[in-house]
Structures are given as structure tokens and as C-alpha cells.
């Protein structure tokens, strides 16, 4: 039976068991998606890419997390009063309210707030969410982007990618080379024609064995890691599929 569990808590699970029972990481994350029911790795992320938030969750689930002050004084109240007293309205009727606000109201600021009550209380499509933020004004589109959570996508996505296609560029620095670990910083959203363009760097934790697996038990070989740092290019599509254009690494740290 599947049980859907998020992104890091399967990493830091397959973390465990490769180190208690000195695994790659890619094996380890095989093993872990197969104790929660899942055929692999890949197969656990095939999953969560088609059950990822589809549908409206209830206002009230996320009021309890919500950041927006109860108490507002001065402009700020008369600007925006109708937008917080639309969070208390049934369902349907909130996100009707806000959609009609982003949609037509002339002043931006009301757009952009409207915009992050949408985002932080409903989950709305991707391709919907795209739709709405093209038309807000630049300078408030990176205050949008940490309401589309899509961080720890990026960083899987990544991650995934030296698993399979870019395992070529770790062939050079062992015969046996395999992904570890990764961490994205400075990451950056623009708009583009696809959906969105999300670019940044990154450190990528690298396992470097020289020998076989049989060579290891015999201990005729060795093994080492090592830390390589780079940068990437990700086009998020409408229909929220990723697609790697460019992901470097740069070896000056290793020769």
C-alpha cells in the first residue's frame, strides 16, 4: 500500500539508511520509496508529480498559519479591508472576491494582496497561478514567489537529474561516481514564455569509489566525497512539468 510522504522526509530517511548500511544515495532512496510502496525512486517522484495539489482546500484549514496581522490601523485598513473581510466568507465566495480584485482592480498593491491571500489559502493550478501574476508589476513579483513553494521541487528535480541524465559529468572524477546530497542557493524566478524560469547554483555532494562493489569487499579499492559547486537553468512549464536546460559543474575545486 502507498504512503505519500514529502520530498525531505524521504531524503532524510534514505540519509539513515545509506549510512547504516553504507549505500549510495540513489540505492538508498530506492529502497526507502519501496518501504513506503513504491516500485523506486522514480517511481515515488512520477507520483508525486501527478497528485501534486490539485483542488481548493477550506479557508479555515489555513487561517491557523495565516501571517496577515488580525490588527490593521490607518490606510493600510481602509486600502485593504475588503480583502481580509473576504477571508471569512465561505469558500466559493472568498476566492470569487479575490479573483474579481485581481482581475480588476487598477491599484497593484491591492493585486499583489489579493494575489498572496489567494496563494496562501487556496490551491490553485499552476497554470493558474501563472495566469494571474503576469500581470502584476515587477518589483512585486519576488514578493509572490515564495507562495508557490517551489524550492524543494527544484532541488529534487535537480537532484534527480544527476542521478540519471547529468551522471555523465560525474563519470570524470571516478569510475564509480554517484550524487549524495544537493543544496540550491540564490535562487531566482522570472517570467518566460514556457512559465517560469528558475535560475541559481548550487553544491552537490558527490561519492567518488574507485573499484567495483566486489573490489570494496575485498578492500581492494577506495572511496572518498567530495563537495563541487555549480549552476543551473530550470523552465517550469503551464502544466508545472520541469525541465533541466543547463546545469554545470565546476571542477576547478577537484584538479
Request: no cysteine; aromatic share 12%.
Amino acid at each position: 500500500m502507498i504512503k505519500q510522504v514529502s520530498p525531505t522526509f524521504l531524503k532524510q530517511e534514505a540519509k539513515k539508511r545509506k549510512k547504516s548500511q553504507g549505500l549510495s544515495m540513489s540505492k538508498a532512496l530506492d529502497k526507502i520509496s519501496k518501504k513506503f510502496g513504491f516500485f523506486n525512486y522514480k517511481h515515488y517522484r512520477n507520483f508525486s508529480k501527478k497528485y501534486d495539489g490539485i483542488g481548493t482546500k477550506s479557508i479555515a484549514q489555513k487561517l491557523q498559519n495565516q501571517k496577515i496581522p488580525t490588527k490593521i490601523t490607518g490606510g493600510f485598513k481602509k486600502v485593504f479591508k475588503d480583502i481580509f473581510e473576504l477571508l471569512d466568507k465561505p469558500d466559493e465566495e472568498a476566492y470569487v472576491g479575490l479573483m474579481a480584485i485581481i482581475k480588476n482592480d487598477p491599484d497593484s498593491f491591492r493585486k499583489l494582496q489579493a494575489t498572496q491571500a489567494l496563494l496562501n489559502n487556496f490551491d490553485v493550478t499552476f497554470s493558474k497561478v501563472l495566469s494571474l501574476i503576469k500581470d502584476l508589476i515587477s518589483n512585486h513579483l519576488m514578493m509572490v514567489w515564495p507562495y508557490l513553494k517551489l524550492d524543494e521541487e527544484i532541488e529534487s528535480e535537480l537532484f534527480e537529474f544527476y542521478l540519471n541524465d547529468g551522471q555523465s559529468q560525474l563519470d570524470s572524477f571516478s569510475p564509480h561516481s554517484s550524487a549524495e546530497d544537493i543544496y540550491l542557493d540564490n535562487i531566482d524566478y522570472s517570467l518566460s514564455e514556457e512559465g517560469l524560469a528558475v535560475t541559481g547554483a548550487f553544491e552537490l555532494s558527490v561519492r567518488l569509489q574507485y573499484g567495483s562493489d566486489s573490489d570494496l569487499s575485498r578492500n581492494n579499492g577506495a572511496v572518498s566525497s567530495h563537495n563541487f559547486f555549480g549552476k543551473f537553468i530550470i523552465e517550469v512549464d503551464q502544466d508545472k512539468q520541469f525541465f533541466v536546460k543547463n546545469a554545470e559543474i565546476d571542477d576547478s575545486s577537484f584538479y
